[in-house]
């Protein structure tokens, strides 16, 4: 073969590759469209214990078939406070057996004639990206065909290299000592570093079980590069936990630690380990009988039993010990800051968890939620501003409430610019639905934050004159401030419920009773003022205050609308 041959083959094949990590991406998108909420619920409520965590890690990466989707997506849910530690170790070992589904879909392409599906298979998928109602499965449908025909392509490429044919490649890879942990080793390390610079296990994959499918790359060696594609899959995590929490990266942490501790214990039984997989599939390292024919069924597939059989095996052995790899990660990540400082961060991923929008949604859900709670907080030192008497004490409290004034503005822009990108990615109907009304949700709670600072402005025009509200005043107000703390209350409980089990009855029968009173003590201000109970001035104020608290109580409801998803009213 000619130098512009092999050129035109090489390019066949990054071409290939290219249309593989494609296919998947596709295909993992549309499953997580179809899907998205469903997984969501099934994280939270599947990881009761480490059993069940690792029954779901290898349930949703079968799904999305991406290990690295699902655990970044872990990452994220234990930086946004929906996971333990401990719970997100056992997802983790979950994924790890979830994505040997991945490399048997593989083997499967190169022992199998698959171009008589992919054709139809197109057509098919074309067909149903049309159709409004199943455009999702055609997504799906689309992405898989992509996938198959990638390794249709990659066969195709590797019988017209004939690499087998080539005495100078074949000298390069039989100059390795198979016999050799030296050899081993540098092939482990050479898989490490290109998954970790390709950022994609499947395509490395892909290549390995090419070259074994050819006969250049012996079996030895072949799976010295899938025990370094365990360890570079991991880099994915870890590169996203950089700017997330202690936790979070705790979390990329413990999934480095699981794989390279079942790569070190698979060393140390290296080749009883293997001739063992290749006994479970009938094949002999030593006979070299077979035909290059046969070999091209054999080996991928021994490289996908020796794939599950590593991940399965270091799952039974380390499941047992996720407390000790717990307190293990814990000792090596130290806090960066004290939890109070840490709790003035968003509490969600940052720009890596990107790869899996459907399921970034619950992420942007809980930020949310704990945007609720720290508006809450605000009105809770609003409280204490109206009975703090000693000017130093209430200066110091002032301070505070701006402080949080600018951090509900700051939340504001920050959940608004994670859930624009979110929407930049292609997501059902229902989600697109989710991200308006959580945009509406922050939107309103931002409004609460200004009420709340509002009252505190108006508390301390009150501090900086000479007069006081009376006492009656003084109850009015402090029966408001509780009607509006009850209204907060169950808003913050909206956020936590699922919303098939929300309620909103006692938010709006509150928001009623704000109403009324508020009424009541408008009609009650007039008839004081004209008795000259106390001065048109300290009524103004007082009013103000009721006013604002009636404000507040109107952006509850629109919260809580948002959240049932009831249109926003016109009027």
Known sequence: MTTSDYLLIFFKIVGSLALLIYGMKAMSEALQKMAGSQLRHILGAMTTNRF??????????CAVQSSSATTVMTVSFVNAGLLTLAQAISVIMGANIGTTLTAWIMSLGYSVDLSTFVFPAFLVGIVLI??????????????LSFMFFSLVLLSTAGKELRLQDNPDVLHFFGSFDTNSYLTIIIFLLIGTVITCMV???????????????????PIY???????????????????AALGANTQARRTALAHLVFNVFGVVWVLCLFYPFVHTVCCLVGYNPEDHSLTQAQLAVKLPIILAAFHTLFNVTNTAILIWFIPQMERLVCALIKPRRSEDEEDF????????????????????????????????RMFGMVRDLLVTKDEAAFAKLFARIEKYESISDNMEIEIAKYLDNVSDAHLSDETKAKIRAMLREISEIESIGDSCYNIARIINRKM????????????????????????????????????????????????NEINNYRNQLRSQNINDVNDHKYTYGMGTLYMDLINECEKLGDYVINVVEARLGVRQKTA
Do not use: W
């Open 221 to 239: 060696l072949g799976i010295a590069l899938v025990m370094g594609e365990n360890i570079g899959t991991t880099a994915t995590a870890n590169l």
């Open 52 to 61: 069940t965590g690792m029954l779901t890690g290898t349930f949703i990466t």
């Open 464 to 511: 900086s004159g000479k007069e006081d509200f009376t006492d009656e005043q003084y109850r009015h107000i402090g029966q408001m401030f509780e009607l509006a703390d009850d209204a907060l209350t169950q808003m913050k409980a909206m956020f936590v419920a699922p919303r098939e089990e929300l309620n909103a009855n006692r938010s709006f029968n509150i928001e």
């Open 345 to 376: 961060r968003l509490r969600f991923i940052q720009a890596g968890i990107m790869k899996t929008p459907e399921l970034s949604v619950l992420e942007a859900q809980k930020g949310i939620g704990s945007f609720g709670e720290r508006i809450h």
């Open 130 to 143: 049309y159709s409004r109602k199943f455009r999702y499965v055609g997504d799906f449908l689309f992405g």
């Open 199 to 217: 950022q994609s296990s499947a395509a490395v994959m892909a290549i390995t079980i090419l070259l074994c499918s050819t006969g250049v790359l």
